[in-house]
């Protein structure tokens, strides 16, 4: 991967960005995201955001390589503290990690007012989805888009979002799922049920030979295994 040739899953992410938009990349080593995006002259300008020394260098001298100082600012913040009301940032990514940590940035960033509430969200973890879509729930946003991809075996969703004056009450089984992949039931979508599915059995299996009372996680996993089971069902 480089600024000219994305992953897969960052090439999707960057086209879900909204053209001119005023970009923060947090999380962002190498600044590859914001770079590309910049190179293609699709955003004007950007913030890349790194809480750690090693990808940050790597970020400033990535931008400077592309001759891009002037339109992408390289800071070295935890999280949504990369950002100032002065930038007037309308587009929000954070992609490859967690979705706890997401949700912990997000959070983070809304106590602090670093996140004003009118971004769009474009967000990728790489586990935990669910955290990021309650997060999500509890403070007013609707998903607009999702996507789910594969990439060298790894499945990869997206969750855009912003606030829209319409409050959406998302179901426990659209925040597991995902309000839109739910519609949209892709085959790597049933891949990843498929795996989630034998992933919550082994488990069931483990807890049932454990000792101590294992009752309330028992029933819980044996409830998203219905449920799973259920939206595989529909499978053609
Ligand atoms: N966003 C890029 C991507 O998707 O390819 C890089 C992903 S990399 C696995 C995660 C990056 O997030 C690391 O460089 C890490 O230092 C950074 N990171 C983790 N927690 C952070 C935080 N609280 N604030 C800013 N950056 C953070």
Excluded at 32 to 56: R, W
Excluded at 103 to 122: F, H, M, P
Excluded at 161 to 186: C, D, W
Excluded at 203 to 232: F, N, Y
């Amino acid at each position: 991967m480089n600024e000219n040739q994305l992953s897969e899953r960052l090439k999707r992410v960057g086209e879900l960005v909204p053209k001119q938009s005023r970009l923060a990349d947090i999380g962002s080593d190498h600044a590859y995201l914001p770079v590309a995006l910049v190179l293609q002259k699709k955003l004007d300008f950007a913030i890349a955001g790194e809480v750690v020394t090693g990808p940050y260098e790597a970020a400033k001298k990535q931008v400077r390589k592309n001759g891009l100082d002037q339109q992408i600012s390289v800071r070295l913040a935890n999280g949504l503290d990369a950002v100032n009301k002065s930038d007037e940032i309308s587009a929000v990514t954070i992609c490859g990690m967690g979705g706890a940590l997401i949700r912990d940035i997000l959070e983070a960033g809304w106590t602090s007012q670093r996140l004003q509430g009118n971004e769009r969200l474009i967000l990728q973890p790489n586990i935990g989805e669910r955290a990021v879509r309650d997060w999500l729930t509890i403070h007013g946003y609707t998903i607009l888009e999702e996507e789910i991809l594969e990439e060298n075996n790894k499945i990869y969703e997206i969750i855009v979002a912003s606030r829209e004056v319409q409050r959406v009450a998302y179901s426990e089984k659209e925040r597991l799922f995902g309000p839109v992949l739910l519609n949209t039931q892709s085959p790597v979508f049933y891949k990843k049920w498929q795996s989630e599915l034998r992933q919550r059995q082994n488990i069931l299996a483990q807890l049932a030979k454990a000792t101590g009372d294992q009752q309330a996680r028992m029933q819980q996993i044996e409830q998203e295994i219905t449920e799973i089971q259920e939206v595989l069902s529909h499978e053609s």
